[in-house]
């Protein structure tokens, strides 16, 4: 039972290959993480860090309180699963699952408790006098996970250890590794490039690309709140549809239009709330990220919305309790081909589809994903950098959601009518203006509070109460008014103007032929 620390862990193999960069995590005691990514991420070389079978190039490795970066493999307390279960094949499953005690002379009675207690966890009593060859893989990797438990190690450490098992032992399997670590409360390291077995066994999950953890975050996060288009595409099946588009906000309502087809749709602003403002002039560029489970063809989803999308129909796959549509927002397009038009659509609504069909379809915008197209991170943040509000300023009050706020004497300006870009830290829990906290999400360890109108605040404390009194930090604000800032932040630094110059401090000089340099006086 341990935390594991893991502070800028570098790992660059000796032919140059940068395996692993700046990785940082603190894993709690007890906790299931998953490593995720696809193949030569660097999942396995953080893994083998941990485990001490791979010198670490940079960083610092903490093992409960220890720092464990120098320390040999067999004093760090921790057991390894690896996905070939090297088990001793002239042995039997006994003395396999003893093997370990034995090197270190623990006394015979002691081992035959702990091999028989790991036996019964396992199911595998029966098997004690058996070979490994004379068992299944199912088997055989039980007997590598009962040479693990018997260790008692701290941290378990597991490098994809079902990935040699057919598809029904694996979810099997799985089911049981959860229940293992349930009962031996240890905190758990599993290796996988497989997201179902990530988001099915995970408390918290890794996701890793190209040596750089991408995201670190509980399952459900990561479905909801993917931090880029990577994650979002790696997580969940079918694969996100992802659309290019720019975003136009025209009052209540944003116009989205799709690039390599004339489709375009609007959607309430409230579902584009967390946008950053800056998205939303119709010109930056953005991927539009759909799942195929928040795609309707349901008539009565149809009927009731303006985020309708026609869709040519290329093909289909049933499988029993849902089809899968394929298909184009690009009438000419091709469904078969992945692309910025092809839609997956996962559809109850039973209709019967044919190659060619032209059908509605609804895209639920409440559940969208928004990326730079450059940068491919995302730009919903789950905690928006400012509530974009529309606003009067009239004899040195300023009127937003329905009430009224005094301005400070230091911000004078004309009476205007315009908008109010209020960051949510400027938003304070304290303060005279009553609103209600409609809910509190929880953010990393922040709280957001959405209030009677959606004003998100960010606060470190829960908020319990229903009511609260919020006062606004002016330092902060900007008012917008005909497209000019009629009152803009005050800046955090002061700023000054200068430049930087080279300083001689060594003279290059030849004495006798050979160069020497000289301090300059
Ligand atoms: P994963 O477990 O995610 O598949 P690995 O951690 O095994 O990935 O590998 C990460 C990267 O490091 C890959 O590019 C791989 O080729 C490279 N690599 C792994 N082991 C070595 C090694 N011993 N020497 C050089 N490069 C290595």
């Known amino acids: 039972m341990a935390d594991v620390s893991l502070t800028h862990i570098y790992k660059v193999y000796p032919n140059g290959t940068k395996a692993v960069n700046d990785f940082n995590m603190h894993i709690r005691d007890k906790e299931f993480i998953v490593f995720v990514g696809p193949s030569g991420c660097g999942k396995s070389t953080t893994l083998r860090m941990i485990a001490g079978l791979e010198d670490i ?192 906000k025209q009052g209540d309502e944003v116009l989205i239009q799709f690039e390599y087809t004339d489709a375009q749709i609007t959607v309430p602003y409230s579902a584009l709330y967390k946008a950053r403002p800056s998205y939303l002039d119709g010109k930056s560029p953005v991927y539009i990220g759909i799942r195929p489970e928040d795609v309707s063809l349901a008539p009565e989803d149809v009927k009731n919305s303006k985020a309708v999308v026609k869709v040519v129909v290329s093909h289909k796959e049933d499988l029993g309790n849902e089809t899968l549509v394929y298909g184009d927002i690009n009438p000419n397009g091709d469904g078969y081909v992945e692309s910025s038009t092809r839609i997956i659509i996962k559809d109850n609504s039973g209709r019967d589809l044919k190659a060619g069909d032209v059908v509605d379809a609804v895209l639920d ?81 922040i709280s957001l509070m959405l209030g009677g109108k959606r004003l998100y605040t960010v606060t470190t404390e829960p908020v319990e109460t229903k009511t609260v009194g919020i006062g606004i930090d002016f330092k902060k604000i900007t008012v917008k008014a005909d497209g000019e800032e009629k009152i803009s932040p005050l800046p955090e630094l002061n700023c000054f103007d200068c430049k930087f110059v080279k300083i001689k401090t060594h003279d290059t000089v030849e004495v006798k032929g050979k160069t020497k340099t000289k301090k300059v006086v």
């Open 57 to 248: 190039s940079a960083g610092e490795l903490k093992i409960g309180d220890a720092i464990v970066n120098d320390m040999e493999p067999k004093d760090r307390d921790i057991a390894m699963v690896f996905q070939n279960y090297a088990l001793y094949p002239h042995m039997t499953v006994y003395e396999n699952i003893a093997f370990g005690l034995r090197l270190r002379k623990i006394p015979k009675n002691e081992i035959h408790e702990k091999v028989v207690e790991a036996a019964n966890i396992l199911g595998i009593t029966e098997y004690l006098n058996k070979k490994p060859k004379e068992m299944s893989g199912g088997q055989r990797q039980r007997v590598a996970l009962g040479r693990a438990i018997v260790r008692e190690p701290k941290v378990m450490l597991l490098d994809e250890p079902l990935s040699n098992l057919d598809a029904k032992l694996r979810t099997q399997m799985r089911a049981e590794i959860g229940k293992l670590h349930a009962k031996l409360q240890t905190t758990f390291i599993y290796v996988t490039h497989d997201q179902v077995e990530a988001m099915t066994m995970g408390t918290r999950i890794v996701v890793m690309k190209d040596g750089f953890v991408q995201q670190i975050d509980t399952p459900k996060n990561l479905y909801r709140y993917p931090s880029n288009k990577f994650v979002a595409g790696f997580i969940g099946t079918p694969q996100m549809n992802f659309f290019e588009g720019t975003l136009l």
């Open 365 to 445: 915008f409440e559940h969208v994903h928004l990326f730079d197209k450059k940068t491919e991170d995302t730009v919903l943040p789950r905690i928006p950098e400012y509530n974009y509000l529309d606003c009067e300023i009239k004899k040195g009050k300023l009127k937003f959601l329905g009430t009224e706020i005094e301005l400070p004497e230091a911000i004078k300006t004309d009476d205007l009518k315009g908008e109010l870009l209020l960051p949510t830290d400027a938003v304070t829990l304290n303060g005279n203006l009553k609103a209600e906290v409609v809910s509190c999400e929880d953010v990393n360890g």
